[in-house]
């Protein structure tokens, strides 16, 4: 209460952007931290990880078809689906956003899509998406550029791909692929 609003404003700055770089320092340690995990994978629930990784106090409706077991960490797959879900949140603008999950076999690998109801992203942009600090969007949308490069160094670590594709009508269709579990 000693301060003018001038001074109010500054520390207002000065917070918001301690808080931008946290974010953006523990992004970055999670980004690097997947090349020191030691790669031991485990037979893993799918449809566990996504009630895992999906926030109930998020504003969207995630819906799924039956999951398969994969080989994986839980954890980093979590996180996967969790960076997803969450891009298809902030991204969505004013409609409610809406991802449905769906996985089908390929030979020895589960071949997963998320199908989000977005603005979707600019085929030009498809590989752009997955490099650490490229963002398609300013300031106005909140985020540190690393959560879908986080995504392709996590399923690259588990030995699959990870590329986004323009939905049918709109949105994005996000596809990666796991090895099964058999």
Not at 52 to 61: G, I, Y
């Amino acid at each position: 209460g000693r301060l003018d609003s001038d001074a109010d404003r500054c520390f207002g700055h000065i917070r918001d952007g301690v808080g931008e770089m946290q974010s953006l320092l523990t992004d970055i340690v999670e980004y690097w931290n997947i090349d020191a995990i030691d790669k031991e994978l485990s037979r893993t629930d799918m449809e566990a990880v996504l009630l895992l990784a999906v926030d109930k106090r998020l504003s969207a409706v995630v819906s799924h078809d039956p999951l398969p077991f994969v080989m994986g960490d839980s954890e980093l797959i979590a996180k996967v689906l969790r960076h997803i879900v969450g891009n298809a949140v902030k991204y969505c603008g004013t409609v409610e956003p809406h991802v449905h999950i769906s996985a089908c076999r390929e030979n020895q690998e589960w071949l997963f899509s998320a199908r989000d109801n977005g603005p979707g992203i600019d085929p030009a942009f498809r590989e752009r998406v997955f490099r650490p600090f490229r963002r398609l969007h300013g300031k106005e949308i909140p985020g540190t550029g690393l959560g879908l490069a986080f995504c392709r160094k996590a399923i690259e670590w588990h030995g699959g791909r990870i590329w986004v594709e323009p939905a049918p009508g709109a949105g994005s269709m996000f596809y990666f692929t796991l090895p099964t579990a058999e």
